[in-house]
């Protein structure tokens, strides 16, 4: 399977904890997005990378949430001190820029449960 | 201040007739916009795309509208069929080697057997 890879695909935690979470993206794409998606929302950005340069981060991204991708190619999302209303899908996707307007793929997400 | 509006939460035609879902969008600067399908439990899947230099833009059973001056796009699937039943997403993004997708809140639509 060559599409975008998200692991875990469910984490249940302790609200407080940390999480991390992983994505592997198709791999000739240099562009990896992270979005966060909540029932009857659609997917909200959060952070995208360039290689390995992390070029945007959205205000959405507090200061407890952080996202590398150190060698350019699978990214990690973690989450310090899980907060309730971080309870939501986490959705990896990855496009390449050889070419003007190319679309994401997305992966399947990884649906975490804060209780 | 949503971007990319979808008034429709939710959509239900009959098996064999046509499925419209609409989307709106605010900023001028979008010159890219795109549609997912989305099924529960999965990640959006790519449907379509159109750019701001076309105004339509057909793939099959799918057809995007675009009407820039209105700020308006429309996906039609023709003929509906149930498998076709999902959460669609409306995207657009400003171009330009692709920075941030913007997305819609999504339209449920059900296809009638």
């Known amino acids: 399977d060559t599409g975008v890879s998200q692991n875990p695909r469910h984490k249940i935690t302790k609200r407080g904890q940390n999480v991390t979470f992983r994505c592997d993206p198709i791999s000739e794409h240099n562009r990896l997005y992270w979005y966060r998606q909540t029932l009857g929302q659609g997917p909200e950005f959060l952070t995208y990378f360039q290689n390995e340069a992390q070029l945007e981060k959205s205000r959405l991204l507090s200061d407890r949430f952080s996202a590398e991708r150190p060698k350019g190619s699978f990214s990690t999302l973690e989450i310090q001190r899980t907060e309730q209303g971080d309870s939501a899908m986490y959705l990896c996707?990855?496009?390449?820029?050889?070419?003007?307007?190319?679309?994401?793929?997305f992966g399947q997400g990884t649906r975490l449960t804060v209780v | 201040d949503q971007q990319v509006k979808q008034n429709s939460p939710s959509l239900s035609v009959q098996e064999g007739r046509i499925s419209i879902l609409n989307c709106d969008y605010t900023?001028?600067?979008?010159?890219?916009f795109l549609w997912y399908k989305k099924y529960p439990a999965e990640g959006p899947t790519f449907l379509i795309s159109?750019?701001?230099?076309?105004d339509k833009n057909e793939d099959g059973r799918f057809t995007v509208f675009l009407n820039k001056s209105a700020k308006h796009l429309s996906l039609h699937i023709v003929p509906s069929q149930p498998g076709d039943s999902a959460v669609y997403f409306c995207?657009?993004?400003?171009?330009?080697?692709?920075?941030?997708?913007?997305f819609g809140p999504g339209t449920r639509l059900s296809v009638l057997p």
């Open positions: 996707a990855s496009s390449s820029n050889q070419a003007p307007n190319t679309e994401a793929f």
């Open positions: 900023n001028s600067m979008f010159d890219y």
């Open positions: 159109i750019s701001s230099i076309k």
């Open positions: 995207a657009a993004s400003e171009g330009n080697y692709g920075q941030n997708f913007v």
